[in-house]
């Protein structure tokens, strides 16, 4: 039997990331704070990696064994990180700065042994370039509202697929985490990929 696997972290597509390459988890949300003065003052890749730990450290498994999978994706252009805008009118103003331009979208992983309370920790970055928008798909795609609460303000795997010109890297990263680094972090708790194809 697989390992019992919590995901710490509320998103949609990370959930469907893991059910379509083997893994069903449990979903148990961390809420930290993500807008502390300590974490604003780190830098993008800096600040992805460290609240992935924070997510996966804040869970309480309620049981002895299993994993914990801790992610966050932060949006980097010009060196600014860019996370969730929240509002219609900084997504607009995001989408703005990145029409026809490339920036890299960070996402930190932390994996957590709960048997063992080891930690394995990875950052994977993948570049992004974003079509040449026009005003009138900006404020189509804002008023769908999905744009206002993913890392970026775009989506590669919804909505916000065509406005994706290109992407160099791991395309899994992109849609919220990286099954080749989840693979890896496995590996170095000793346990392979094929534990969870053989259901």
Same mark, same amino acid.
């Given at each position: ?5 919590? +995901? ?8 469907? +990331? ?23 003052? +780190?830098?993008?890749?800096?600040? =992805? /990696? ?31 990180? /860019? ?27 932390? !994996? ?9 920790? =990875? !950052? ?23 744009? +206002? ?47 969870? !194809?053989?259901?």
């Amino acid at each position: 039997m697989p390992p019992h696997v919590i +995901l710490a972290s509320a998103s949609p597509a990370r959930h469907t +990331l893991l059910l379509r390459s083997g893994i069903t988890p449990e979903i148990i949300v961390s809420g930290i704070d993500e807008e502390t003065p300590e974490l604003l003052a +780190l830098g993008p890749k800096e600040l =992805a /990696y460290e609240l992935a730990l924070r997510k996966a450290s804040a869970i309480d498994p309620g049981r002895g064994d299993g994993f914990i999978i801790g992610c966050d994706s932060v949006f980097e252009l010009d060196g600014v990180a /860019y996370g969730k805008p929240g509002t219609p009118e900084v997504a607009k103003e995001r989408l703005q700065q990145m029409s026809g331009r490339t920036g890299t979208l960070h996402t930190g992983h932390a !994996l957590i042994n709960i048997a063992t309370g080891k930690v394995e920790r =990875a !950052l994977t970055s993948t570049d992004v370039t974003i079509v040449n928008m026009s005003e009138a798909e900006m404020d189509a795609y804002i008023a769908t509202g999905e744009p +206002l609460q993913v890392a970026g303000s775009f989506t590669i795997d919804s909505l916000g697929g065509p406005l994706v010109a290109s992407i160099h890297g791991d395309p899994s990263n992109v849609e919220g985490l990286s099954l080749p680094t989840l693979r890896e972090l496995f590996a170095r708790h000793g346990l392979g990929w094929e534990t969870f !194809l053989a259901q």
